[in-house]
């Protein structure tokens, strides 16, 4: 390699270079992503001729100046970028590319989890995913018609209670799997907990810890931001994809059961895109029938979650009653 | 035998180098994942090295993953044995062992 290559790292704070990955990135027909948090790039004198980021657990925006490409910069970028993970605690990674870089990446230790129609591929760099699948197996239940539902729950309330129910009764077994990151108002562990409590009731149905496969920052981090309708379509459909043709068949489902959704735009996307990917034949793996069950009302409006953030705002105690279980109520006075 | 205490990497992406990371596994075995540039003409012989410089330190229970871009032996010996000692965060390092 060329010995006036030079390489440095940065992070999101220095403002005159990440501008200047920008207008890298653009001049070479790439999208900026956001939010990233630490940059790797490579100069020969003081032209950019290649870079990288890191955002939590996914490497993004790493490309090299298109007369620079055969060389192996991209090798080193990727060096440095792992590294930079690993001395920050972050051990399993993820990217999102395009198909025809999936040799690219498998030469960096990274393997392909799914490959959405030619259009966006997931790579990681661990066998989190078989570990994941051989969990599930483990808790595979006998039964023609086997349900699941994929829930924030944040926090729960009796339209979920309302929707478990529902889809108990129509399932010989219901997988119900609660979205695991922490961008939520409420924490991971209280949001499992209330569902367990809530849902203590039925006998047809098991709770499981949701994963980096499921409604993640890592698999699809546009769903935790509010910014109405900036839900990016394609990670989304990648986030079923990896529903049906990895965790559904690990556990034998059959059915998807969701709420309709009123209010929320993202929701309201996904719900469209969901019908569409799970029940499409796509040649990998088994169709998925999706079930809209209509939410209950109180009052004339949808009990939602955001309606239970508002209450506990102005802490309406009584208005919270009507539309949370005692369990939800109990936990949300002593907060 | 010994186990090796967390997981802990060495080496780089580069040509001529190979990317070692290790962790401690459970299973009494040493678990190798070989991806390598010249897999068909040496990865048996990767994998005997590997084995070999473990043994030498007397570590079990040990996965071995190796990004090989044909490096010679006395690299990916020398990789590894960087990662075992970052492993073990080992301040009195034996280096007649190594």
């Given at each position: 390699m060329d010995s006036s290559i030079s390489f440095s790292e940065f992070d999101c704070l220095n403002n005159r270079r990440v501008k200047r990955v920008e207008k890298f990135l653009n001049d070479i027909g790439l999208d900026f992503p956001s939010s990233i948090e630490n940059f790797v790039i490579a100069k020969d004198g003081d032209e950019l001729i290649a870079c990288g980021g890191l955002d939590g657990k996914v490497l993004k925006g790493i490309a090299v100046a298109p007369h620079r490409r055969?060389?192996?910069?991209i090798l080193s970028i990727m060096t440095r970028l792992i590294n930079i993970a690993y001395s920050k605690g972050i051990k399993d990674l993820f990217i999102f590319s395009t198909p025809n870089n999936t040799d690219l990446f498998e030469d960096c230790g990274f393997k392909l989890i799914e490959n959405c129609d030619n259009e966006i591929i997931l790579m990681e760099n661990s066998n989190n995913l078989e570990n994941y699948k051989k969990i599930l197996l483990s808790k595979r239940k006998d039964g023609n018609t086997i349900g699941s539902i994929v829930m924030n729950a944040n926090p729960f309330t009796l339209g979920h209670q309302y929707l478990v129910e529902q889809a108990a009764e129509r399932s010989d077994w219901l997988h119900l799997f609660v979205v695991?990151?922490?961008?939520?108002?409420?924490k991971f562990k209280d949001r499992i907990d209330l569902i367990k409590k809530g849902v203590?009731?039925?006998?047809n149905v098991t709770v499981h810890e949701g994963?980096?496969?499921?409604?993640s920052n890592a698999t699809?981090?546009?769903?935790?931001?509010?910014?109405?309708?900036?839900?990016n379509e394609l990670h989304a459909k990648l986030d079923l994809r990896i529903f049906r043709d990895h965790l559904a068949p690990a556990l034998g489902i059959t059915h998807r059961f969701v709420g309709t959704e009123p209010y929320c735009v993202v929701t309201n996307n996904y719900n469209k895109n969901m019908k569409k990917v799970l029940e499409e034949p796509n040649g990998a793996s088994n169709p998925i029938e999706m079930v809209e069950i209509q939410r209950v009302e109180k009052d004339g409006k949808a009990i939602s979650a955001s309606r239970v953030r508002e209450f506990l705002k102005v802490k309406n105690f009584n208005e919270l009653e009507k539309i949370v279980p005692s369990s939800t109520l109990e936990f949300l006075k002593n907060i | 035998m010994s186990k090796i205490k967390k997981r802990a990497h060495a080496g780089t992406?580069?040509?001529?180098d190979a990317f070692i990371e290790i962790e401690p596994i459970e299973e009494d075995k040493i678990k190798i994942e070989l991806q390598s540039s010249v897999e068909e003409m040496y990865g048996d012989d990767i994998r005997e090295l590997i084995k070999k410089v473990i043994n030498e330190l007397d570590i079990s229970h040990i996965s071995v993953k190796v990004q090989d871009k044909g490096a010679l032996d006395y690299v990916i010996k020398a990789r590894l044995q960087a990662a075992i000692l970052r492993a073990n965060d080992d301040e009195k390092i034996k280096w007649d062992k190594l």
């Amino acid at each position: 390699m060329d010995s006036s290559i030079s390489f440095s790292e940065f992070d999101c704070l220095n403002n005159r270079r990440v501008k200047r990955v920008e207008k890298f990135l653009n001049d070479i027909g790439l999208d900026f992503p956001s939010s990233i948090e630490n940059f790797v790039i490579a100069k020969d004198g003081d032209e950019l001729i290649a870079c990288g980021g890191l955002d939590g657990k996914v490497l993004k925006g790493i490309a090299v100046a298109p007369h620079r490409r055969g060389e192996g910069l991209i090798l080193s970028i990727m060096t440095r970028l792992i590294n930079i993970a690993y001395s920050k605690g972050i051990k399993d990674l993820f990217i999102f590319s395009t198909p025809n870089n999936t040799d690219l990446f498998e030469d960096c230790g990274f393997k392909l989890i799914e490959n959405c129609d030619n259009e966006i591929i997931l790579m990681e760099n661990s066998n989190n995913l078989e570990n994941y699948k051989k969990i599930l197996l483990s808790k595979r239940k006998d039964g023609n018609t086997i349900g699941s539902i994929v829930m924030n729950a944040n926090p729960f309330t009796l339209g979920h209670q309302y929707l478990v129910e529902q889809a108990a009764e129509r399932s010989d077994w219901l997988h119900l799997f609660v979205v695991k990151e922490d961008l939520s108002e409420f924490k991971f562990k209280d949001r499992i907990d209330l569902i367990k409590k809530g849902v203590s009731h039925i006998s047809n149905v098991t709770v499981h810890e949701g994963s980096d496969y499921i409604i993640s920052n890592a698999t699809f981090p546009t769903y935790f931001i509010k910014d109405k309708g900036k839900i990016n379509e394609l990670h989304a459909k990648l986030d079923l994809r990896i529903f049906r043709d990895h965790l559904a068949p690990a556990l034998g489902i059959t059915h998807r059961f969701v709420g309709t959704e009123p209010y929320c735009v993202v929701t309201n996307n996904y719900n469209k895109n969901m019908k569409k990917v799970l029940e499409e034949p796509n040649g990998a793996s088994n169709p998925i029938e999706m079930v809209e069950i209509q939410r209950v009302e109180k009052d004339g409006k949808a009990i939602s979650a955001s309606r239970v953030r508002e209450f506990l705002k102005v802490k309406n105690f009584n208005e919270l009653e009507k539309i949370v279980p005692s369990s939800t109520l109990e936990f949300l006075k002593n907060i | 035998m010994s186990k090796i205490k967390k997981r802990a990497h060495a080496g780089t992406l580069e040509s001529s180098d190979a990317f070692i990371e290790i962790e401690p596994i459970e299973e009494d075995k040493i678990k190798i994942e070989l991806q390598s540039s010249v897999e068909e003409m040496y990865g048996d012989d990767i994998r005997e090295l590997i084995k070999k410089v473990i043994n030498e330190l007397d570590i079990s229970h040990i996965s071995v993953k190796v990004q090989d871009k044909g490096a010679l032996d006395y690299v990916i010996k020398a990789r590894l044995q960087a990662a075992i000692l970052r492993a073990n965060d080992d301040e009195k390092i034996k280096w007649d062992k190594l």
